[in-house]
């Protein structure tokens, strides 16, 4: 369980940001003008569903995002498959561990993750998944830069939380 903590933990930050950055103290106003939202028309969703929804989808977001903040998790994909990784003593698992053991903790920090979250997942993932749909949608730059913003926020928070915490 305690391996799994960062995970749980970082999965929480879209929702927590998310009532930050889209109250009215933030952007929550140019967003409900973006999209023709009224306080009358938001009223009536099904709260309970849909932060269970969102909480699941953050989860699974989790685990690409360690994938990319955390590079040692490269290593382990390179090796998981050759005969002998696990085994202890085997040259591949003596390997492994001699590099994990060098450099286990290079760039295992907070600000790592929180750059490679926000910026290369923000900018790089989530601007042109953003963008495609605006774009189809026909809505206009104003729309994807207020839901960009809380992505890189988002992504960078996230991406921080899971380098410097998730296991090695």
Same mark, same amino acid.
């Given at each position: 369980?305690?391996?799994a903590?960062?995970?749980?933990?970082?999965a929480?930050?879209?929702?927590?940001?998310?009532?930050?950055?889209?109250? &009215?103290?933030?952007?929550?106003?140019? +967003?409900?003008?973006?999209?023709?939202?009224?306080?009358?028309?938001?009223?009536?969703?099904?709260?309970?569903?849909? %932060?269970?929804?969102?909480?699941?989808?953050?989860?699974? %977001?989790?685990? &690409?995002? +360690?994938?990319?903040?955390?590079h040692?998790?490269?290593?382990?994909?390179?090796?998981?498959?050759q005969?002998?990784?696990?085994?202890?003593?085997?040259?591949?698992?003596?390997?492994?561990?001699?590099?994990?053991?060098?450099?286990?903790? %290079?760039?295992?920090?907070?600000?790592?993750?929180?750059?490679?979250?926000?910026?290369?997942?923000?900018?790089?993932?989530?601007? &042109?998944?953003?963008?495609?749909?605006?774009?189809?949608?026909?809505?206009?730059?104003?729309?994807?830069?207020?839901? %960009?913003?809380? +992505?890189?926020?988002?992504l960078?928070l996230?991406?921080?939380?899971?380098?410097?915490?998730?296991?090695?």
């Amino acid at each position: 369980m305690a391996a799994a903590l960062p995970f749980l933990l970082a999965a929480l930050i879209p929702m927590v940001v998310g009532a930050l950055y889209y109250s &009215p103290l933030l952007a929550g106003n140019a +967003w409900m003008k973006v999209n023709g939202f009224t306080e009358e028309s938001l009223k009536g969703a099904n709260m309970a569903l849909i %932060l269970i929804l969102s909480y699941v989808f953050a989860l699974m %977001l989790t685990y &690409p995002l +360690w994938q990319l903040v955390v590079h040692q998790t490269g290593m382990t994909g390179v090796l998981a498959m050759q005969e002998g990784f696990g085994v202890p003593g085997s040259d591949v698992q003596n390997y492994y561990d001699n590099f994990i053991a060098t450099y286990g903790d %290079l760039h295992r920090s907070f600000g790592h993750g929180a750059i490679h979250g926000g910026i290369i997942a923000g900018l790089f993932v989530a601007l &042109p998944l953003i963008a495609i749909n605006a774009l189809f949608e026909r809505r206009g730059w104003k729309y994807i830069l207020i839901h %960009l913003g809380y +992505w890189v926020i988002t992504l960078g928070l996230m991406g921080g939380v899971l380098c410097q915490f998730a296991m090695r």
